[in-house]
């Protein structure tokens, strides 16, 4: 077959992944590390040391590692371009700020904990919502309308 009768297809070159979109992806994985290593600690405390609940405290440390995967999936998609990655992304966030809230409000070394956090979910939103970042998710406007640029 002859070059005109069989063309090689012409393949977008793909845009290099934005800036903002990296950054909320990595926000998104370091919540859900701090996470997993949060549940672990609870677990491991449970498990080893002299806890008044047992049961209750390895129910929690599993509890916080399950919760992990919700960020962690969301920031493994961010930084593959899906558009689904965004709705998780935006829901770890506000469910962040109340924690962090709480964490304010305590009279401990909880409270830079809280200002981190609130800092970290404050930042993710604020990129995750960023109209570079809905355009490189390939995210429409309501009724498919593009997003002006």
Request: glycine fraction near 12%; charge should be positive.
């Amino acid at each position: 077959m002859s070059p005109e009768q069989n063309p090689t297809p012409v393949v977008p070159i793909a845009e290099p992944r934005s800036g903002r979109l990296t950054a909320a992806a990595a926000l998104a994985a370091l919540e859900g590390l701090a996470l997993v290593a949060g549940g672990v600690y609870v677990l491991v405390l449970g498990l080893t040391g002299d806890p008044d609940n047992r049961q209750q405290a390895v129910t929690g440390g599993i509890t916080l590692i399950v919760l992990a995967l919700l960020p962690l999936l969301a920031a493994r998609g961010l930084l593959l371009r899906r558009g689904w990655s965004r709705g998780p992304a935006v829901i770890t966030q506000i469910m962040a700020l109340p924690v962090a809230y709480n964490l304010l409000q305590a009279d401990s070394i909880a409270i830079p904990g809280g200002i981190a956090l609130a800092v970290i979910a404050i930042a993710a939103l604020v990129l995750l919502v960023n109209p570079a970042t809905t355009r490189a998710l390939g995210i429409r406007g309501p009724g498919g309308a593009e997003e002006p640029k």
